[in-house]
């Protein structure tokens, strides 16, 4: 909440030096009265700004991908190195989930030709399973210390889910027919809350649930670009790219639990550099005047996060230690398809 609080005081700060920048009148230059009438009769420059519309709103439903996980091993059937693989990071398959978006526009903010936007969108429907493995020689999951059983046969499955969040505040301003600038606040949210090992021994005997989670709070700055590089009719195609440095405040919390025997557990903390990057090609139809179809195909990557997979091998829940490994990197891609309206 208080990096919230922060964030929103700049954002009002900001708003409040171009309000007056915008509207500043020297009252003890006699002139100053004469050059607001004058600019008000003979116009300051941005009357092609003013007769655009007033604000644009787009919302829709987002359908994207992202990468499988980087290759680690995560369980063996031995507590030294080379024993053989029972389950590797790579083989969470996570296809697609669904997801929406929504983007509003006010357009020349205190009669400037500064376009103030808030835009949003959200993911959650990431859920991949590994293929579940029978070990006669038993099982041991990789941590800095390994925790396994290998006197017993052991059956291993498992499973993984991640969410993306992105919020973004950002000042446009168009500086040509078909090129608007921007410069902006993000917080982006990656949180993996679900990579779950469950370790049966015996089968029957003891089930044990290793439960990894890591999470990622991203604040930045971005810059971008949102370009028309087609019209014809009522068809309008663009492209758009935004790129930005971030503090990460991520973390990762492992939790193993035995219907026969004590409980582990480790959590960590740090904060990183990281880079998130956004391209997309979109494309507008115009139905009305006032209504249009939009769709897009986009790209989003992140790169400097802790990933659930990568926090096995540098947690040690026997001794209640960990470090956090926030070297992971995820991209994501897919469409989004929905109406925007102008008025």
């Given amino acids: 909440m208080n990096k919230s609080l922060r964030i929103g005081f700049v954002l009002l700060s900001l708003g409040a030096v171009l309000h007056s920048r915008a509207f500043a009148v020297d009252l003890t230059d006699p002139a100053a009265g004469d050059k607001v009438a004058q600019e008000t009769k003979c116009g300051d420059g941005l009357e092609e700004y003013r007769n655009g519309p007033g604000?644009?709103?787009?919302?829709?439903?987002?359908?994207?991908?992202?990468?499988?996980?980087?290759?680690?091993?995560?369980?063996?059937?031995?507590?030294?190195?080379?024993?053989?693989?029972?389950?590797?990071?790579?083989?969470?398959?996570?296809?697609?989930?669904?997801?929406?978006?929504?983007?509003?526009?006010?357009?020349?903010?205190?009669?400037?030709?500064?376009?103030?936007e808030f835009r949003l969108f959200s993911l959650d429907g990431w859920n991949a399973q590994s293929d579940s493995v029978s070990s006669p020689s038993g099982a041991v999951v990789q941590y800095v210390i390994p925790i396994g059983n290998l006197q017993f046969t052991n059956n291993i499955a498992a499973s993984l889910a991640s969410e993306l969040q992105s919020v973004e505040v950002n000042l446009r301003r168009q500086t040509r027919d078909w090129l608007t600038l921007l410069a902006g606040f993000r917080y982006v949210q990656l949180n993996e809350r679900g990579l779950a090992i469950l370790q049966d021994v015996g089968p029957g005997l003891n089930l044990a649930t290793h439960a990894i989670d890591a999470d990622n709070h991203l604040w930045g700055c971005q810059l971008g670009a949102d370009a028309t590089v087609f019209?014809?009719?009522?068809?309008?195609?663009?492209?758009?790219?935004?790129?930005?440095?971030?503090?990460?405040?991520?973390?990762?919390?492992?939790?193993?639990?035995?219907?026969?025997?004590?409980?582990?557990?480790?959590?960590?903390?740090?904060?990183?550099?990281?880079?998130?990057?956004?391209?997309?090609?979109?494309?507008?139809?115009?139905?009305?005047?006032?209504?249009?179809?939009?769709?897009?195909?986009?790209?989003?990557?992140?790169?400097?996060?802790?990933?659930?997979?990568?926090?096995v091998a540098v947690s040690d829940p026997a001794n209640g230690s960990a470090t956090v490994d926030s070297s992971g990197t995820a991209f994501y891609h897919g469409v989004f398809a929905g109406l925007e309206y102008s008025r």
Wanted: with cysteine.
């Fill in 55 to 116: 604000w644009t709103f787009r919302a829709g439903g987002l359908i994207m991908t992202r990468t499988q996980p980087d290759d680690a091993v995560l369980v063996t059937n031995s507590f030294s190195p080379g024993g053989a693989e029972l389950l590797n990071a790579s083989e969470f398959d996570f296809g697609f989930a669904g997801g929406f978006e929504i983007d509003a526009i006010r357009h020349n903010v205190f009669g400037t030709s500064w376009d103030p």
């Fill in 231 to 311: 019209e014809f009719g009522r068809l309008q195609l663009g492209a758009i790219g935004k790129a930005g440095i971030y503090s990460n405040d991520c973390g990762n919390r492992v939790a193993v639990t035995q219907t026969e025997g004590p409980g582990f557990g480790s959590n960590s903390r740090d904060d990183h550099v990281a880079f998130v990057g956004e391209l997309g090609a979109t494309g507008n139809y115009a139905i009305t005047e006032r209504w249009s179809a939009r769709a897009a195909y986009q790209l989003f990557w992140v790169d400097g996060v802790a990933l659930a997979s990568d926090q």
